[in-house]
Structures are given as structure tokens and as C-alpha cells.
């Protein structure tokens, strides 16, 4: 609450966890009773003991099962705090580079993984500053499965097709061409290091920026003098401490918005708890980009809610905060349109 903000007390209330005595308020402008619990990120929580531990859960490779059996709730459980996590995690992080300069050095790459099924694959385009390996940014492509088929194969995807529809196949190019649209804003010159993807350049045409685009092969040698070093770095830790992007598991991803929950959370943890480099290193990312002059604990990251109306979402992201991005191979896709939760 701020300072000089007209309100008076109305008591207090009792709950069943901790803290166990809640106070509570009245606005004198406008009338309306709040509590103290109104502005933690644990409001509308049955279990606000569980959050605080999810945070790290998530980025270390577990499923949301073996969480669930972990903190002994049920998996049901587990999945809807991640959403309110990842929830947050977004608006912090959005608030976090409201007035971040854009990078002078950007990689982007794709990291492709699938939900529900392999016949469901998408990508990640991710976008990382080359000088800082701050993680700046990340829309998702549905995509319509490729490669090495058995003929049952190719039939079951043909009936998948008819029955749900095709992935739009200009999907890639819309949505590089958002991401690049949404971390260059504001700069007049900008270099930008890819792999040899054909649409990358078709949507850098439409960014009002000057770029310098630097392509480097697939098949050069990923070593640290690669000019893709920071993305390739990025993918490998995503898919470590990730459970549901490992190349064989059975916790992959059942929907698109859940995984797209989960990197948010790991993006903020990557950028913000964890050292840039593990040895011989003593910044985070976001201290490097100056946005923060120490590194940040779990405390700092869930020290109060933020509101949705008091942050500016764009494109994708005001989608993946309510909940909008949709999986074909599920009959029920529910939105986020909690009036009192976050």
C-alpha cells in the first residue's frame, strides 16, 4: 500500500495456514475493503506455502507429477500454481524491461518441441542478447509435423488434418517477425546473428530498423567462438531443466500455454537468480543489462502481486497471460478470466 493512501482498519480475519491472522482495510476514497494478503502473490491461494518452492522445482527437471508427489498435493494442484506463477513471472519480467535500451548484438534462434502428441510440434523463437546472454523475449509457432514417416504415419496426420485443420504455414514468419518487432523497438541500428532459416530475412524486411544480419551454419562447430553460442547455450539449459522438452520423456507437454508458462518461469530464472556463467562469474544477466545491482532471491521475486492493468502487454504475451493460446487435439481449451486471482 502507498503512502498517503486514505484508508483505515476493519480488523482482522483467521485462515488455516500460515500467517494464520490476516488484516484487514477500508478504502476512505472509494469505499471498497482489502486485506494485507490482497497484495501478495499468493492471493485466492488455498496452499500459499506451495508457490515459493515452485519456482525452482520447475527449472530443475521435474514433472509436474513427481512435484505434485513431492509436496504431497494432488497434480491438479501443481499445474494450476504453475499457471498463477508463470502469470506473475510474465508481468514481473514485462515490468522489469518497460524501459530496457534495446541490445546492440541479438541472437534469435527456433527451438522446436510438441505438446499432446508428436503430431502437435511447435517452436519456441527465442532472442537472447549476445553480450549479456540476458533472455529478452520468446513467441511460440504451431507447426504441422515433418520429416521421416511411416506411411500409418502420414495417414493418421491426414486425419488429424481433416478433422482439426492445418497449422497456418506462414506461422514462422509472422511470429519472428512480432518477436524481432517487440526487441528492436525504439533502436535505429541492430545486429542480428541466425542460422540459415529462408524466413528470417523475409521478416526482417518489415522492421523499421537498420540490421546487419549475420548468418552463421548449422553445421559449424558449437564451440564458444560461435556466433550462435548464447542461443545454443540457451537451448541446451532449457532442455536440462526441463522436463517436458527432453528428446524421450513422458512428461512432455500436454498444451502449448502450460509449456509457454513454464519458460516464462525458467526466463526469469535465468535471468535473475542464476549467474550468467557457473564458475568464475559473479553477475546475473539482468546486473549485466543493468536492471538490477545485486543478484535477486526468490524473496525478492515474490515480494508482491502484480496487477495485470498496471503492466502494458503485447502481442503474444497478453495471450499467453489469459490463457489464449489453444491446443487442436483438445476439446476443452480454458481461458484465464479469474476476476479475483491473478
Given at each position: 500500500?502507498?503512502?498517503?493512501?486514505?484508508?483505515?482498519?476493519?480488523?482482522?480475519?483467521?485462515?488455516?495456514?500460515?500467517?494464520?491472522?490476516?488484516?484487514?482495510?477500508?478504502?476512505?476514497?472509494?469505499?471498497?475493503?482489502?486485506?494485507?494478503?490482497?497484495?501478495?502473490?499468493?492471493?485466492w491461494l488455498k496452499r500459499p506455502d506451495i508457490?515459493p518452492k515452485l519456482l525452482t522445482k520447475a527449472?530443475?527437471?521435474?514433472?509436474?507429477?513427481?512435484?505434485?508427489?513431492?509436496?504431497?498435493?494432488?497434480?491438479?494442484?501443481?499445474?494450476?500454481?504453475?499457471?498463477?506463477?508463470?502469470?506473475?513471472?510474465?508481468?514481473?519480467?514485462?515490468?522489469?524491461?518497460?524501459?530496457?535500451?534495446?541490445?546492440?548484438?541479438?541472437?534469435?534462434?527456433?527451438?522446436?518441441?510438441?505438446?499432446?502428441?508428436?503430431?502437435?510440434?511447435?517452436?519456441?523463437?527465442?532472442?537472447?542478447?549476445?553480450?549479456?546472454?540476458?533472455?529478452?523475449?520468446?513467441?511460440?509457432?504451431?507447426?504441422?509435423?515433418?520429416?521421416?514417416?511411416?506411411?500409418?504415419?502420414?495417414?493418421?496426420?491426414?486425419?488429424?488434418?481433416?478433422?482439426?485443420?492445418?497449422?497456418?504455414?506462414?506461422?514462422?514468419?509472422k511470429d519472428m517477425e512480432e518477436l524481432m518487432?517487440?526487441?528492436?523497438?525504439?533502436?535505429?541500428?541492430?545486429?542480428?546473428?541466425?542460422?540459415?532459416?529462408?524466413?528470417?530475412?523475409?521478416?526482417?524486411?518489415?522492421?523499421?530498423?537498420?540490421?546487419?544480419?549475420?548468418?552463421?551454419?548449422?553445421?559449424?562447430?558449437?564451440?564458444?567462438?560461435?556466433?550462435?553460442?548464447?542461443?545454443?547455450?540457451?537451448?541446451?539449459?532449457?532442455?536440462?531443466?526441463?522436463?517436458?522438452?527432453?528428446?524421450?520423456?513422458?512428461?512432455?507437454?500436454?498444451?502449448?500455454?502450460?509449456?509457454?508458462?513454464?519458460?516464462?518461469?525458467?526466463?526469469?530464472?535465468?535471468?535473475?537468480?542464476?549467474?550468467?556463467?557457473?564458475?568464475?562469474?559473479?553477475?546475473?544477466?539482468?546486473?549485466?543489462?543493468?536492471?538490477?545491482?545485486?543478484?535477486?532471491?526468490?524473496?525478492?521475486?515474490?515480494?508482491?502481486?502484480?496487477?495485470?492493468?498496471?503492466?502494458?502487454?503485447?502481442?503474444?504475451?497478453?495471450?499467453?497471460?489469459?490463457?489464449?493460446?489453444?491446443?487442436?487435439?483438445?476439446?476443452?481449451?480454458?481461458?484465464?478470466?479469474?476476476?479475483?486471482?491473478?
Open positions: 500500500m502507498h503512502e498517503g493512501w486514505p484508508y483505515k482498519r476493519m480488523g482482522y480475519y483467521q485462515r488455516k495456514v500460515e500467517p494464520h491472522r490476516i488484516r484487514r482495510f477500508r478504502c476512505n476514497h472509494c469505499g471498497v475493503t482489502f486485506s494485507s494478503q490482497t497484495f501478495a502473490t499468493t492471493y508457490l527449472v530443475a527437471c521435474m514433472a509436474n507429477r513427481q512435484i505434485a508427489e513431492d509436496l504431497k498435493v494432488s497434480s491438479t494442484c501443481i499445474d494450476l500454481q504453475l499457471n498463477h506463477l508463470g502469470r506473475h513471472c510474465l508481468l514481473w519480467h514485462a515490468e522489469m524491461v518497460k524501459d530496457l535500451k534495446p541490445p546492440k548484438n541479438l541472437v534469435i534462434d527456433g527451438f522446436e518441441s510438441f505438446e499432446l502428441s508428436q503430431y502437435h510440434p511447435f517452436h519456441f523463437h527465442l532472442a537472447v542478447d549476445k553480450d549479456t546472454s540476458f533472455f529478452l523475449w520468446f513467441v511460440d509457432s504451431e507447426l504441422r509435423r515433418k520429416g521421416r514417416m511411416t506411411p500409418e504415419q502420414r495417414v493418421r496426420r491426414e486425419e488429424k488434418e481433416l478433422l482439426l485443420g492445418r497449422p497456418d504455414p506462414q506461422a514462422v514468419r518487432g517487440v526487441v528492436t523497438a525504439d533502436a535505429k541500428e541492430i545486429t542480428i546473428y541466425s542460422d540459415a532459416h529462408k524466413v528470417y530475412p523475409i521478416a526482417m524486411r518489415a522492421l523499421p530498423v537498420k540490421i546487419l544480419h549475420v548468418v552463421t551454419s548449422s553445421k559449424d562447430h558449437r564451440d564458444y567462438n560461435n556466433h550462435m553460442f548464447e542461443i545454443n547455450l540457451l537451448d541446451l539449459m532449457i532442455r536440462h531443466c526441463s522436463g517436458n522438452h527432453k528428446r524421450e520423456t513422458i512428461g512432455y507437454s500436454k498444451r502449448r500455454q502450460a509449456a509457454s508458462m513454464k519458460l516464462m518461469i525458467f526466463l526469469v530464472w535465468r535471468n535473475y537468480l542464476r549467474f550468467r556463467r557457473v564458475r568464475k562469474c559473479t553477475e546475473t544477466p539482468a546486473m549485466m543489462v543493468g536492471l538490477c545491482h545485486h543478484r535477486l532471491t526468490l524473496e525478492d521475486v515474490m515480494a508482491r502481486r502484480i496487477f495485470v492493468g498496471k503492466v502494458e502487454l503485447v502481442g503474444r504475451w497478453r495471450e499467453y497471460y489469459w490463457g489464449e493460446v489453444w491446443t487442436r487435439g483438445l476439446k476443452v481449451n480454458r481461458r484465464h478470466d479469474l476476476k479475483l486471482a491473478m
